[in-house]
DNA sequence: ATCGTCATATGAA
DNA sequence: TTCATATGACGAT
């Protein structure tokens, strides 16, 4: 028996000197951030969010700031995760796991998780990824050194790396 | 170095 | 069931 609570969808700005990034909240906690595209910067803050919401905000614009600039976040707001399948949150579990400043290949992901094969999967599951940034899809590379694929734009991932000094071969 | 091809897991239509 | 993947390994240029 679900409640049948109001599935809150509050969207909040994050102004960062890389443009309005977008943070969205159902009644469990984040589930969603944005990069800063025409979209964001155009849609309009909602007009009175609940305590609880403005404090996970609070909460989640410190991370994203630290994020940004290559440092570990103190404490991230509670992620809510519940719209992806039980490997996708398995492959998103784990890459919160992969310590700021440090890589992983696909495949070294995938056998992380205990499905050594499930490789093509694990890249799917990261470009499927609702929380870039916080929870560090960035962090996973091609196993011969390679970029390998990012939703939101290569240069956001190398941009995301370079901040972590994550040397490229 | 680059390219084509195949294997394999997962998810969406 | 068919199609698409943010892979990886391998062999032929």
Same mark, same amino acid.
């Given at each position: 028996?679900?409640?049948?609570?109001?599935?809150?969808?509050?969207?909040?700005?994050?102004?960062?000197?890389?443009?309005?990034? %977008? =943070?969205?909240?159902?009644? /469990?906690? &984040?589930?969603? #951030? @944005?990069?800063? *595209?025409?979209?964001?910067?155009?849609?309009?803050?909602?007009?009175?969010?609940?305590?609880?919401?403005?404090?996970?905000?609070?909460?989640?614009?410190?991370?994203?700031?630290?994020? %940004? =600039?290559?440092?570990?976040? /103190?404490? &991230?707001?509670? #992620? @809510?995760?519940? *719209?992806?399948?039980?490997?996708?949150?398995?492959?998103?579990?784990?890459?919160?796991?992969?310590?700021?400043?440090?890589?992983?290949?696909?495949?070294?992901?995938?056998?992380?998780?205990?499905?050594?094969?499930?490789? /093509?999967?694990?890249?799917?599951?990261?470009?499927?990824?609702?929380?870039?940034?916080?929870?560090?899809?960035?962090?996973?590379?091609?196993?011969?050194?390679?970029?390998?694929?990012?939703?939101?734009?290569?240069?956001?991932?190398?941009?995301?790396?370079?901040?972590?000094?994550?040397?490229?071969?």
């Amino acid at each position: 028996m679900q409640t049948k609570s109001p599935n809150r969808d509050i969207a909040l700005p994050i102004s960062t000197n890389a443009g309005s990034f %977008l =943070a969205r909240y159902s009644d /469990r906690g &984040l589930v969603g #951030l @944005d990069f800063p *595209s025409a979209k964001t910067q155009r849609e309009s803050p909602a007009a009175a969010p609940d305590a609880v919401t403005r404090r996970w905000h609070a909460t989640t614009g410190r991370a994203l700031l630290d994020a %940004l =600039a290559g440092r570990k976040p /103190r404490a &991230l707001p509670p #992620l @809510d995760l519940s *719209s992806g399948t039980p490997f996708q949150r398995e492959v998103w579990t784990a890459l919160g796991r992969i310590p700021c400043g440090e890589t992983l290949s696909y495949g070294e992901l995938a056998h992380a998780i205990g499905r050594p094969k499930a490789v /093509r999967a694990v890249g799917g599951a990261c470009g499927a990824n609702p929380i870039p940034v916080l929870v560090p899809c960035h962090r996973v590379l091609a196993a011969d050194g390679r970029l390998g694929g990012f939703t939101a734009g290569l240069d956001w991932k190398r941009r995301l790396l370079k901040a972590e000094r994550v040397t490229l071969g």
